[in-house]
């Protein structure tokens, strides 16, 4: 694989935001980018047609679901997520260690991977930094997510270290097992360390060392407040490479993106605009407005003024609420479809910005 997977087209004057390209096996993507979330190889209610519209590059999916159902023999006789989903852009995978890490009552951890039960049927799984970039050749992704631990909020100094120290040890297994055979996919660095910044930055400076074509930031926005998660942002960004990507991972409210952004961060995932979407949150100009309110029963204004998606062109605030409290489909496809449009379309704007140096 060609090492120069990402090029820097442009640093602003004013911030240490960058406007760059990430060159992958299905085409390049611009970034700043918003990622959506397709967990089970589907971003809830919308088409990957729709999605194509809203401007969105890529998409990601969840190995730990999808070795589940629908497994990973039934991807590969499909030749991969891509062909399965009707999806020919970029495509990334985490590595399902987040979701592993939350069944904390049907998982144990060892040095040499993590064993859990099924949610689905719980039947016994195991899982090592070798089995999960196997399961992620098979899915074809684009761009894989190494096998980790992410501490949870709070935590003990003692734990996170402890984390930290098997998360660097799977890494380095799971780059070496890459390496033999990259299949043109990317492999992240996943950098580690909860809410102490000494071991962020030996979890940083380890993580580097082992070569990555790019590099995540975990372990954030895992119920910390806006604040600590803001410097711990700002914090762990400096002491990564500047000639490769950087990824925060599961952030990607519209409040969030432009600091993230201002601090040099260039990709972002986020379940929240379609999940806040299907219980009636929508994003505007003017902050988060919630569609169910009595205001909106007669309101014959789009969603939101400025933005130009298919929702907002064509139904009213009205409509939307009636769809809602009416509890049909369509109101969570349309909100669904304005949410993911107004996130990416603001990280197209920032991007613009920074290349026009504004």
């Keep these: 694989m060609a090492k120069d997977v990402f090029k820097v087209l442009k640093k602003s004057k004013y911030s240490k935001a960058r406007a760059g390209i990430l060159f992958t096996a299905h085409g390049p993507v611009e970034t700043p980018v918003f990622m959506p979330v397709g967990t089970q190889a589907t971003v809830k209610s919308l088409t990957t047609d729709m999605l194509k519209e809203a401007g969105v590059q890529v998409l990601l999916g969840n190995t730990y679901h999808l070795s589940l159902r629908p497994g990973a023999e039934l991807l590969k006789e499909f030749g991969g997520l891509h ?26 951890i060892t040095q040499e991977g993590v064993s859990f039960k099924s949610h689905l049927d719980g039947s016994k799984k195991f899982f090592t930094p070798e089995k999960v970039i196997d399961l992620q050749r098979s899915f074809k992704s684009d761009i ?17 270290l402890l984390d930290m120290n098997i998360t660097h040890k799977w890494e380095r297994a799971a780059g070496e097992y890459w390496r033999k055979n990259t299949m043109n996919q990317l492999l992240f660095g996943i950098v580690q360390g909860g809410m102490y910044k000494d071991l962020r930055e030996i979890s940083a400076r ?10 995540a930031i975990g372990g954030l926005s895992v119920g910390e407040p806006v604040d600590i998660m803001e410097e711990y942002i700002s914090f762990t960004v400096d002491f990564l490479p500047e000639d490769k990507p950087r990824y925060l991972m599961g952030v990607g409210l519209p409040e969030n993106l432009e600091f993230a952004i201002r601090k040099g961060v260039d990709m972002f995932d986020c379940v929240a605009p379609t999940r806040l979407a299907r219980h009636g949150h ?15 029963f007669d309101d014959k204004k789009p969603i939101d003024l400025e933005c130009r998606c298919y929702t907002c062109k064509y139904y009213s605030r009205a409509y939307l609420r009636h769809l809602f409290v009416a ?18 379309s603001l ?12």
């Design 282 to 296: 929508v994003f505007t100009k003017e902050g988060k407005k919630n569609i169910r309110n009595k205001e909106f």
């Design 327 to 344: 509890k049909e489909i369509l109101a969570m496809v349309l909100m669904s479809y304005h949410n993911i449009y107004y996130v990416t």
């Design 206 to 215: 380890e993580i580097v060392q082992m070569d990555f074509p790019g590099y």
């Design 347 to 358: 990280v197209k704007e920032i991007r613009g910005s920074i290349l026009a140096e504004t």
């Design 144 to 160: 894989m997510m190494p096998l980790d631990v992410c501490s949870p909020y709070p935590c003990e100094r003692e734990k996170v």
């Design 83 to 108: 062909s399965f989903m009707n999806w020919d852009k970029p495509v990334l995978t985490d590595s399902g260690g987040y979701q592993v890490f939350s069944l904390s009552n049907m998982r144990k």
